[in-house]
């Protein structure tokens, strides 16, 4: 039986914690045979372009030291945010004889499995997350923009999720929290009443930010 981590991220693209743990702990047990209380699961709730992610940076850590002999992500998009990115990760991975299972792709990277179609797929694969996050994050921009010529924005207050300062909005620090939470109600996952207990609001808030998506990339 081997030893397994889980890595979860939330991240614009896919805000639902709880459905990345549950796949790919299912994962685990079905595929590679691990007790559900023997894996190690790492977890990031930050967004950004890099890896400089404090659950990744353990991740990686405990796989140097050779704590485990597979990592199980969701996705691609959850491992790298960037091809270079992937690569690295790959390759680190690899060098340590940890075997990389991607749920979503059904994909395997082993270490002595050296597959040229496969590596290309993988590859392919990480350009698309790239690219996924980087329109993410011009959608956010081109939202915010339209947002701020509104004239009824300039007087009004700052967006859930949002600070204002000399007329722009700025990321609070519940920012990615809220765009987690609004995901799952734009979903059908999450009501609006549980929505304003998590974000420690009200239910017209909610209704009002879920008018505005564009501004948190979610349209």
Do not use: W
């Given at each position: ?10 991240s ?72 270079t ?12 004889g ?18 040229p ?5 993988f ?31 300039h007087?009004?207050?700052s ?29 059908g ?20 930010s ?10």
């Amino acid at each position: 039986m081997a030893s397994v981590a889980c890595y979860c991220r939330v991240s614009t693209e896919d805000q639902s914690l709880e459905r990345q743990l549950t796949s790919t702990q299912e994962y685990a047990e079905d595929r590679l045979g691990s007790e559900l209380g023997d894996l190690q699961i790492f977890r990031d709730k930050s967004t950004g372009t890099n890896t400089d992610r404090s659950g990744y940076q353990e991740l990686m850590d405990s796989a140097s030291s050779g704590e485990f002999d597979a990592v199980v992500v969701h996705s691609v998009s959850r491992i790298c945010r960037s091809i270079t990115d992937l690569e690295r990760t790959a390759a680190r991975l690899e060098e340590k004889g940890v075997e990389l299972h991607i749920v979503q792709e059904g994909l395997t990277i082993k270490p002595e499995n050296d597959d040229p179609f496969q590596r290309a797929l993988f590859q392919l694969l990480g350009v698309f997350a790239e690219l996924e996050a980087n329109m993410a994050q011009q959608r956010t921009k081109e939202g915010i923009a339209a947002r701020q010529k509104d004239e009824d924005y300039h007087h009004g207050p700052s967006p859930l999720g949002f600070t204002k300062e000399d007329g722009h909005l700025h990321e609070a620090d519940n920012y990615h929290d809220v765009v987690a939470v609004l995901d799952l109600v734009r979903q059908g996952k999450l009501s609006k009443r549980k929505a304003a207990q998590r974000l420690s609001t009200s239910r017209p808030t909610i209704t009002r930010s879920l008018g505005r998506l564009e501004i948190y990339g979610l349209e």
